[in-house]
């Protein structure tokens, strides 16, 4: 069960990484990425 999660951050890691590299104006992506990094910091 956990080798599933760790694919599933891992591909969404990757995506968000890619779109940020690509530059591609995503608003819903960058909301996302946000919020996930805010969290991150609260842990």
Known sequence: MQ???YIVLTV????V???LI???PNPLLE???E???IS???D
């Open 35 to 37: 919020s996930r990094t």
């Open 31 to 33: 909301t996302r990425g």
């Open 12 to 15: 969404s890691a990757i995506a």
């Open 17 to 19: 990484v890619s779109f």
């Open 3 to 5: 080798s599933r999660l």
């Open 40 to 42: 991150q910091i609260a």
């Open 22 to 24: 690509l530059g591609l």
